[in-house]
């Protein structure tokens, strides 16, 4: 039995429930688990997506430059179904995520251009100005634009939600899950509401990102924008992807929080995830807690938990940047280092 391409080994990740976090709550908790996907995250799905769209539509052609601004995961989709297709990849990023991600993007043979964080988005600077500008100037280029592309809400319509749907035998009573181009939650949830209207859906964002006030007031409030540390949730604009409508609550989760929450994960349920992982299981926990007299053992709540711990060893996993961001609050930890010493 094998695969002919990695490609198609992207989706049907598992979904498994967890051990002792929530074990309190009346209600099923479960965790779909997306570093299993080939190149660790959620986002091969759209990178496949939006790759074979362009094919289709004739904006990609053979021996092409796909020209993409990512926070270090559709880099990495882009990257495998660059090689698998044979198309140079050009990723702009932010010198905010971690070390890590743009080494796995060069790893996989992609040009990497690093962009400040903290210049507005329509600043010449920013990294989406940086893929516009180089998508227009490279001959051949195209720019899949996952912010705004239909093809990445599509790709979770098509797989993610169909998954849930089926490994929960269409129990699933809630889905929880943070956003960033907003592609997961809201192609998920257009797919799980079709199948079942009384699906509840409820977004988590860090401090610091637009979309939470957005979503309980109806307006964009710049003072809601600041900088944060959890990469790749949250946005300083509204993404096309992000459907609002479709999302039934919001709850918000600070980086300390979501920080150390993910460290849980790998502790006590050996869940090495990542940084967005630890602030939607946080969120979750937040939510369902308030909202405890509400559920019963009937329900069946999902927590998407989008990529690996790898990406985050220099941040998250390491003592030394949690303590200086304030990110940790337990004394040190007594190593073998400090005894011989
Ligand atoms: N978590 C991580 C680590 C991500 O890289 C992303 C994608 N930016 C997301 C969550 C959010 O996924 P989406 O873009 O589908 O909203």
């Given at each position: 039995?094998?695969?002919?391409?990695?490609?198609?080994?992207?989706?049907?990740?598992?979904?498994?429930?967890?051990?002792?976090?929530?074990?309190?709550?009346?209600?099923?908790l479960l965790a779909k688990v997306e570093f299993f996907n080939p190149g660790g995250s959620v986002k091969d799905r759209i990178a496949v997506a939006m790759i074979e769209d362009a094919e289709a539509k004739g904006l990609l052609r053979p021996g092409g430059t796909i020209v993409e601004g990512t926070s270090g995961n559709t880099g990495a989709?882009?990257?495998?179904?660059?090689?698998?297709?044979?198309?140079?990849?050009?990723?702009?990023?932010?010198?905010?995520?971690?070390?890590?991600?743009?080494?796995?993007?060069?790893?996989?043979?992609?040009e990497v251009v690093v962009c400040p964080t903290n210049v507005a988005p329509d600043d010449p600077r920013s990294y989406y100005s940086v893929a516009e500008r180089l998508s227009n100037?490279?001959?051949?280029?195209?720019?899949?634009?996952?912010?705004?592309?239909?093809?990445?809400?599509?790709?979770?319509y098509r797989t993610t939600g169909p998954e849930l749907w089926d490994q929960?035998?269409?129990?699933?009573?809630?889905?929880?899950?943070?956003?960033?181009?907003?592609?997961?939650?809201?192609?998920?949830?257009?797919f799980l509401k079709e199948k079942n209207p009384d699906l509840k859906t409820v977004g988590v964002d860090p401090y610091g990102s637009v979309y939470h006030a957005y979503f309980h007031t109806g307006e964009f409030k710049e003072s809601e924008i600041y900088p944060y540390a959890t990469e790749g949730v949250g946005e300083d604009i509204l993404a096309g992807n992000m459907d609002f409508e479709i999302?039934?609550?919001y709850v918000q989760v600070d980086d300390g929080t979501s920080m150390r929450m993910t460290r849980r994960l790998a502790r006590e349920e050996g869940m090495f995830v990542g940084q967005s992982c630890g602030m939607a299981v946080a969120g979750a926990l937040d939510w369902l807690d308030a909202h405890r007299d509400e559920l019963t053992e009937d329900d069946i709540v999902?927590?998407?938990?989008?990529?690996?711990?790898?990406?985050?060893?220099?941040?998250?996993?390491?003592?030394?940047?949690m303590r200086r961001n304030g990110f940790l609050q337990e004394p040190a930890a007594l190593t073998l280092d400090g005894v011989l010493a």
């Open positions: 039995m094998w695969s002919d391409s990695l490609l198609d080994t992207i989706g049907n990740t598992p979904l498994v429930r967890f051990q002792t976090l929530g074990a309190d709550l009346p209600c099923t989709g882009l990257a495998i179904a660059g090689i698998a297709k044979g198309y140079r990849c050009i990723f702009t990023t932010t010198d905010k995520q971690s070390p890590e991600k743009v080494d796995v993007l060069r790893a996989l043979g992609a100037e490279i001959p051949g280029a195209f720019y899949p634009n996952q912010y705004d592309h239909p093809a990445n809400a599509e790709a979770h929960t035998d269409g129990r699933i009573t809630h889905f929880v899950c943070g956003a960033g181009t907003g592609g997961t939650i809201s192609g998920t949830t257009r999302v039934d609550d999902v927590v998407l938990l989008p990529d690996s711990g790898f990406r985050y060893l220099s941040k998250t996993y390491n003592d030394e940047w």
